[in-house]
């Protein structure tokens, strides 16, 4: 694709099935792969990514969860096919000869429930059965069955999902990548300064570079970057980044089981963390969502929420784990909406701006389904495999939120 420096005449002779996506992370390069492979094979897919190093990319300083268990149809659906798409990525990857590996283990989610929370966690597991989700309502007995050490005296029930896990979070961004390449996708290394636009559509990109590219279809999937890149094309979204606390810890000795993704009621929530090594020390990686942390850049960990809002909770809950050592911290970043989903499709206003972002610390989760969904939109103008009208980009315009009680 001939760069362009502005002119008119160049955009009308561009190639019309020219997509270019913004962002590059997991994704942005989910919808590049789904766009070249499969049914799709768009003839031109750009990723423009300014740092392809992903240090700050909210996927690769992800946890890597990956569940069934929401309370709303769309997310149910979306996850559901997710799920479906991550049990065979490392087959996918191993046929495309790399030796990336995301590691999906699926050992299941499970939701502690307390009295206060039972009646919407029984609303949960039905709506979730009716859709054919993979969910046990679990009683205590049974809790312990899949994690013995667990304080459970205020426990009435919980909610396992046996098909739900984690993976590798940097390596499954890596894993998109490598597989929206191999596709056929072109990656450029720019920061997108200035959009190309043509009696009320959306033709193009400008460059730090000094080039510009025109397409047919421009996907903002920058995360936490959306609202500034947005503005440059007179759009307004309601995306903020919004730091989040991460934790590894030693465990005291080599654990006789591997712990399950366990959601405290608290909200503290932790998973194991397999050695990648013989001999390597067993560890957990721990993470809570504070609901009242300031929007903002901010990357610093703050050390001490280990000791005053992780720690207390978590030995509270198995007080076995009172010996374990603190390894390390770090902050990532939600890219959040007023609703905590995201938002999908074409913006109306703006023909040919497409977004894909404000996951709300769900972007690895809902990839593979992102990638699916908006892919048949670009190339079919519809989205009829997986329904995206839950996640409107005007829905905050009407004053129509978009609920699911299922986020942590």
């Not at 149809?73 to 046929?95: E, P, V, W």
Request: net charge neutral.
């Amino acid at each position: 694709m001939p760069s362009l420096v502005g002119s008119e005449m160049c955009i009308r002779d561009r190639t019309t099935d020219h997509i270019v996506i913004i962002g590059g992370g997991i994704v942005g390069s989910s919808i590049a792969y789904h766009l070249c492979s499969g049914q799709h094979t768009a003839t031109a897919v750009t990723v423009i990514e300014r740092d392809p190093s992903y240090r700050r990319a909210s996927s690769y300083l992800a946890m890597g969860g990956i569940r069934q268990q929401f309370s709303s149809t769309a997310n149910i659906r979306f996850a559901q096919h997710s799920i479906d798409f991550y049990k065979g990525l490392d087959d996918k990857l191993a046929a495309s000869k790399t030796d990336i590996r995301v590691n999906f283990q699926q050992r299941g989610y499970l939701f502690l429930v307390n009295a206060a929370m039972a009646k919407r966690f029984e609303q949960r597991y039905t709506l979730q059965k009716q859709l054919g989700a993979s969910i046990e309502r679990l009683n205590v007995e049974t809790i312990h069955a899949h994690a013995p050490d667990l304080k459970l005296d205020d426990i009435v029930f919980g909610l396992f999902g046996p098909e739900d896990g984690y993976a590798h979070s940097k390596a499954a961004l890596s894993g998109f990548r490598h597989l929206a390449i191999t596709a056929g996708a072109t990656y450029r290394t720019a920061t997108v300064t200035g959009f190309i636009t043509e009696h009320g559509r959306v033709r193009g990109v400008r460059l730090d570079t000094g080039a510009s590219i025109a397409a047919q279809a421009i996907v903002c999937a920058v995360g936490a970057f959306t609202k500034p890149l947005a503005a440059l094309a007179g759009i307004d979204l309601p995306i903020t980044p919004v730091r989040q606390h991460l934790f590894r810890c030693g465990l005291p000795c080599s654990w006789s089981y591997r712990f399950p993704m366990v959601i405290d009621p608290s909200g503290v929530h932790w998973r194991h963390e397999d050695p990648r090594q013989p001999g390597d020390q067993d560890r957990i990686v721990v993470a809570y969502t504070k609901l009242d942390e300031p929007p903002g850049e901010n990357f610093d960990c703050d050390m001490q929420r280990w000791n005053s809002e992780f720690q207390p909770a978590l030995i509270a809950r198995l007080p076995a784990l009172a010996d374990s050592v603190l390894v390390e911290g770090w902050a990532g970043r939600y890219a959040m909406t007023p609703d905590h989903n995201p938002i999908l499709g074409e913006y109306p206003k703006q023909s040919g701006f497409y977004i894909a972002s404000g996951f709300s610390g769900h972007g690895l989760m809902m990839a593979p389904a992102t990638g699916r969904a908006m892919a048949d939109l670009l190339t079919t103008g519809t989205s009829n495999m997986l329904d995206i009208s839950a996640f409107d980009p005007e829905r905050f315009t009407r004053g129509e939120l978009f609920w699911d009680d299922a986020m942590i």
